[in-house]
């Protein structure tokens, strides 16, 4: 640091302390509000009084009256800006069909024997032939890399995932 850094650093300092100095002793008037201390037994008090007595008075006496968690109340009416904030009806849309994996397709003594994850509730595939029900689909057509699932005129296909790399 050099000196004249020195001295504007030392001659600010030097304004500050002036100023709280100055700002210490300034008389200041000070304007004191006092508030009305609430009743001790706001039951025993006229709402009107406990309000301020300005008028607000019927704004809260249903409340101050009422018991607003008992049972037997009734809600009050929906406002308008209630209604625009309200949470949009759910529109029912079609179940969705449940995915399947076919995992592989083998060959065995009684012909093509597909390896589908169909059911959520054991891991892993089952196996299944042609003629078999996989949920409501019924096994239609196995070849060597796909599976043709049936469900009256609706059809699901199911190919083999190809890894890179391998010959299915």
């Not at 002036?18 to 304007?31: I, K, N, S, Y």
């Not at 083999?160 to 790399?165: E, K, W």
């Amino acid at each position: 640091m050099n000196r004249r850094q020195g001295r504007w650093t030392l001659g600010t300092a030097g304004a500050l302390a002036a100023l709280a100095l100055v700002l210490r002793v300034w008389p200041v008037g000070v304007t004191t509000v006092v508030a009305e201390a609430p009743p001790t037994d706001p039951v025993a008090v006229d709402p009107a009084e406990w309000v301020g007595g300005d008028g607000g008075a019927e704004l809260y006496a249903g409340i101050v009256e009422g018991n607003v968690f008992a049972p037997d109340r009734t809600p009050p009416p929906l406002r308008a800006e209630d209604a625009a904030v309200a949470e949009p009806r759910m529109v029912p849309t079609a179940p969705r069909r449940p995915r399947y994996r076919l995992s592989g397709i083998v060959q065995g003594p009684d012909g093509l024997v597909a390896l589908i994850d169909a059911d959520p509730l054991f891991p892993g595939a089952e196996l299944y032939q042609v003629g078999d029900s996989v949920g409501p689909y019924v096994l239609e057509q196995a070849t060597d890399s796909l599976v043709v699932l049936r469900l009256n005129r609706e059809t699901q296909i199911l190919r083999l995932d190809t890894i890179s790399g391998r010959i299915p």
